[in-house]
């Protein structure tokens, strides 16, 4: 992921999903697509220019294919504002029948999501949840379907691989997270929910979060940061493109456990090497199939789940932790 974006990786999943059928809300617009007819799924990605978007596109794509639907990437160009333009035209142009929303704005396209609920399209909410609430799988626009990646869960999952990481590390153990964009609401969720994750332990000690952004220029001054002020850090968390960074400053001997937030396919072969101690790890691919899925069966009156954290459908609850993905054979589909 080349761009700070809303972007929130979480965990979590809920112990019950809500069920929705198809018919759209009080007052909504047309039926159904007959049997005869394709269903017609706009995928209304964070940017065609970004690898984790064309990633869940794959396995949207080849659902479509599968079901004998049409499919088609919308860009969004990382614009929340462009996003809500984009949907609301195809609410008017009733283009699709299905709408899959990775939103850059997880309020700026809440009420032409709403609108698209009550014209009768059906709306799919993958990745980055829309609203206010960033700590639920719960679609909070009504009627949707929501398959995503709350960054409160989140959080607290790289808080436990990190507890994880410290157990290894032995007493006073010291941690450093390095924050991606502190001005996203997002990302300041994810933080609160990590550093609330380490104070659990008394043997951790956090250390004063630093701006670690999305990038290895980022990654790369932010650790220098750290260990200017704390050499003797233990582990390192941060955006996976941060941690490259860090780890290239850190040097192959170092003794740092870095854990990354996200699953390209370079950063899943750094845990599975042992280079890395773990990664946040979705199956972007899988999470695209599924949520096609779940929008072109709802288009066509089927009764299905509303409600599904990404991390479910992952290996060991996106805990990728060495053992983990290699006893997976996991490959995550996409690249930095």
């Known amino acids: 992921m080349k761009k700070n974006m ?4 979480a965990a979590g999943l809920l112990g019950s999903l809500a069920l929705v059928g198809c018919s759209p809300a009080a007052g909504g617009g047309d039926a159904a697509p007959s049997d005869s007819e394709a269903v017609k799924v706009g ?9 984790f ?3 869940v596109y794959k396995g949207v794509e080849e659902t479509a294919k599968e079901a004998g639907a049409e499919a088609t990437f919308v860009d969004g160009q990382f614009d929340g504002q462009l996003q809500a333009q984009q949907i609301n035209d195809s609410v008017t142009s009733k283009r699709y029948d299905v709408i899959i929303i990775q939103a850059n704005d997880n309020l700026a396209v809440q009420e032409p999501l709403q ?7 059906t709306v799919v909410i993958e990745f980055t949840p829309v609203g206010p609430q960033l700590d639920t799988t719960e679609p909070q626009v009504e009627g949707a379907i929501s398959i995503v990646d709350p960054p409160v869960g989140n959080g607290e999952a790289l808080a436990q691989m990190a507890t994880e990481a410290c157990a290894e590390v032995g007493d006073m153990c010291k941690v450093a997270y390095m924050e991606g964009n502190p001005a996203l609401p997002l990302d300041n969720a994810r933080t609160q929910a990590v550093l609330a994750g380490l104070k659990k ?6 250390l004063p979060t630093v701006t670690g ?3 290895q220029d980022e990654g ?8 200017q002020a704390n050499p003797d850090v233990n582990v390192v968390i941060g955006s996976t493109q941060a941690v490259a960074g860090a780890a290239l400053v850190a040097g192959a001997d170092s003794k740092v456990k870095f854990i990354g937030n996200g699953s390209p396919e370079s950063a899943v072969q750094k845990v599975r090497s042992g280079e890395w101690f773990g990664i ?3 199956d972007v691919v899988e999470n695209g199939r599924v949520a096609a899925d779940l929008g072109i069966k709802h288009a066509k009156g089927e009764t299905v789940e509303t409600a599904i954290d990404e991390a479910s459908l992952a290996p060991n609850e996106g805990i990728g932790t060495e053992q983990a993905l290699n006893d997976a054979d996991f490959v995550s589909g996409y690249d930095e």
Request: hydrophobic share 55%; aromatic share 14%.
């Open 115 to 121: 609108k698209a609920v009550d014209a009768g399209i």
């Open 6 to 9: 809303l972007l929130g990786i």
């Open 53 to 55: 978007a064309q990633a």
């Open 280 to 282: 946040w790890a979705l």
């Open 220 to 227: 790369r001054a932010a650790f220098q940061d750290i260990t």
């Open 201 to 206: 332990t008394p043997d951790i000690t956090a």
């Open 213 to 215: 952004g999305y990038s």
């Open 43 to 51: 995928f209304f990605g964070f940017s065609a220019a970004n690898s």
